[in-house]
Nanobody, 123 residues
């Protein structure tokens, strides 16, 4: 079972940047698809971005595209989410997740999840 630990969340102002990290252990990281999701209060969890183990990248085509960038460092077993020009509507708990197979944007493709890190953006 893969264990995932997110870090890097916090309270920022609109327009600021944050970089979230997710450290993985217990699996062969270089063979995992890695994704980021978020869940705002009262809303369903939504897909943000994912990077497959073979190099494919997929982003939510809605509000985050062009502002958020996913990257991974297989040498450090870590996936990152760089978030620029943050907006109050980006306030949510951010989760990383890993999968072996399945569509990158499908929540059900992922079988291991981190505990989440809170991001709060003030206006």
């Amino acid at each position: 079972q893969v264990q995932l630990v997110e870090s890097g969340g916090g309270l920022v102002q609109a327009g600021d940047s944050l970089r979230l990290s997710c450290a993985a252990s217990g699996g062969t990281f270089s063979r995992l698809n890695m994704g980021w999701f978020r869940q705002a209060p009262g809303k369903e969890r939504e897909f943000i971005a994912a990077r497959s183990w073979i190099g494919g990248v997929e982003y939510n085509t809605g509000s985050v595209k062009g502002r958020f960038t996913i990257s991974r460092d297989n040498g450090k077993n870590t996936v990152y989410l760089q978030m620029n020009n943050l907006k109050p509507e980006d306030t949510a708990v951010y989760y990383c997740a890993s999968s072996v197979t399945g569509p990158l944007s499908y929540e059900n493709s992922y079988d291991s999840w981190g505990q989440g890190t809170q991001v709060t953006v003030s206006s």
